[in-house]
């Protein structure tokens, strides 16, 4: 069993930014599972489904190979055998993996995998269901959170960088709107572990976090 540590939370909280820095100064191998469920989402799209039409997505399920590989210590999403990294981050991608995964077939099919990658060697694995269900053993377990304001302040910021316009107002919402679907879905959802460390980001520099985290590993 490798040393394991788990970070939930909800969109924006700034998880993936953590976890990779906190791979990189133990040397754990940062396991994304939105990344998954994202990889998911586009085989359901390339099928042309729509996100209400269950029966044909856990149809879509039963021929869906999702792989993970490291080249350069990045973790790369397969689909089938096609490297579909590049557009994981599309916006009708994260929609789709917001309303596809709580379908409890959907999370059937990425749980073998999450918790493969986690016995084989050291990770630090996000997500939303990770302290509580996926690896309820995790030697470490943070829940990660910060208000709606800061996450959607950072979106907005994010975009604007790349220069896409967006309306800080419609981000917000989008926040909330996904907040409430993956706290409120009847599987696995989004919830602080009984055993978890609340981190919240709002007030703090990234730096902060890293080093509140890293003084929680052995
Ligand atoms: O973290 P993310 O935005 O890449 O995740 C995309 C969606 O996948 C998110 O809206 C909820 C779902 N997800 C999940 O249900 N369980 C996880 N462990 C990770 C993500």
Redesign the pocket.
């Known amino acids: 069993m490798g040393y394991n540590v788990a970070i939930d939370g909800p969109?924006g909280a700034g998880k993936s930014t953590i976890a990779k820095l906190v791979a990189k100064e133990k040397g754990f191998v940062y396991v994304d599972?939105?990344?998954m469920?994202?990889g998911l989402a586009v085989h359901f799209l390339d099928r042309g489904l729509r996100p209400e039409e269950t029966d044909k997505i856990i149809e879509a399920c039963g021929d869906a190979q999702v792989t993970i590989k490291y080249e350069e210590g990045i973790q790369q999403v397969y689909l089938n055998g096609t490297n579909i990294t590049a557009r994981l981050r599309d916006e009708e991608v994260?929609n789709m993996?917001?309303k596809s995964?709580p379908i409890p077939q959907v999370r059937e099919k990425l749980l073998e995998l999450q918790q493969g990658l986690a016995r084989e060697q050291d990770v630090i694995m996000d997500?939303?269901?990770?302290g509580t269900c996926v690896l309820p053993n995790a030697d470490v377990k943070v829940y990660l959170t910060a208000s709606v304001e800061t996450r959607a302040k950072r979106r907005y910021d994010e975009l604007v960088e790349k220069g896409i316009s967006c309306s800080l107002d419609e981000i917000a919402k989008d926040i909330k709107e996904?907040d409430e679907r993956?706290m409120t879905r009847d599987t696995a959802p989004l919830k602080q572990a009984g055993d978890a460390v609340l981190i919240d980001s709002s007030c703090m520099s990234v730096k902060e976090v890293v080093e509140a985290i890293l003084a929680l590993c052995r």
Do not use: K
Request: charged fraction near 30%.
């Open positions: 969109a599972t939105g990344a469920y994202r994260g993996a917001s995964s997500g939303r269901d990770i996904r993956d």
